[in-house]
């Protein structure tokens, strides 16, 4: 199945420095790639996601690029806040938008952002 | 579109008890997931349903356990006789058709004493 690397843990930032995370997938059947935030005591929230047909997606302060070949992700966070510290997970899924199944995810990265 | 929702937020039992979780999706998504998160851990897939029928089931998912979804609508995860391993977050998500991304819900913690 489907195994998914996540580096680094934990990653502290200053205000207003970028943050970059990297993720890692074994299956090149997977096609769709979702980037989660999840603060304490909360579910995951979705914040950007690529598919496998397109090679980088920007929303504002957060990027997303994606190599096929070498099988990794990662997300850009510029001009840093406090209120983007949270736990980031990357994620992988395989399957058709008709038939879109189970996500594997990464084991997460606690972002710090000191003010 | 008020999100997803689960019910209960917290539940505290005791070994051997059985328990029974329930998701809301958000309105007319046709894809509901089960998920398991331990603290420092993502998310680990337990069982998929499109609409009524339930597609895929992980082997972390034991017999003790079992998950509906008889009107295509809210779902339920029952576990029965707990055991103190099976303390965690757990997670619901919802899609609709057509598309891949999935929303989670606030999750249900349980713990096992």
């Known amino acids: 199945g489907e195994n998914v690397e996540q580096h680094p843990s934990t990653l502290s930032v200053q205000e207003g420095d970028s943050a970059v995370i990297k993720c890692t997938y074994s299956?090149?059947?997977?096609?769709?790639f979702p980037w989660y935030k999840q603060e304490l005591g909360k579910g995951p929230q979705l914040i950007i996601d690529i598919r496998s047909n397109v090679g980088e997606k920007k929303d504002q302060r957060i990027a997303v690029t994606l190599n096929k070949t070498a099988k990794h992700f990662s997300l850009h966070i510029t001009e840093t806040q406090p209120e983007d510290s949270a736990v980031y997970f990357c994620a992988a899924l395989k399957g058709h938008n008709t038939n879109a199944g189970k996500s594997t995810f990464g084991d997460g990265t606690t972002l710090t952002v000191k003010p | 579109d008020t999100g997803v929702s689960q019910d209960p937020r917290h539940k505290i039992t005791k070994r051997g008890q059985n328990v029974t979780f329930r998701c809301d999706p958000i309105?007319?998504?046709?894809?509901l997931y089960w998920y398991r998160q331990t603290l420092g851990q993502g998310p680990e897939f337990l069982t998929y349903f499109q609409n009524e029928a339930q597609l895929e089931k992980s082997r972390l998912l034991s017999d003790r356990f079992s998950a509906e979804r008889p009107k295509g609508s809210f779902s339920t995860l029952e576990i029965q006789r707990t055991e103190q391993g099976d303390s965690a977050m757990y997670l619901c998500?919802?899609?609709?058709?057509?598309?891949?991304?999935?929303?989670f819900g606030p999750g249900t913690r349980l713990t096992v004493t």
């Open positions: 998500a919802s899609g609709g058709t057509g598309a891949k991304e999935q929303y």
């Open positions: 309105s007319e998504h046709n894809r």
């Open positions: 299956d090149s059947a997977s096609n769709y």
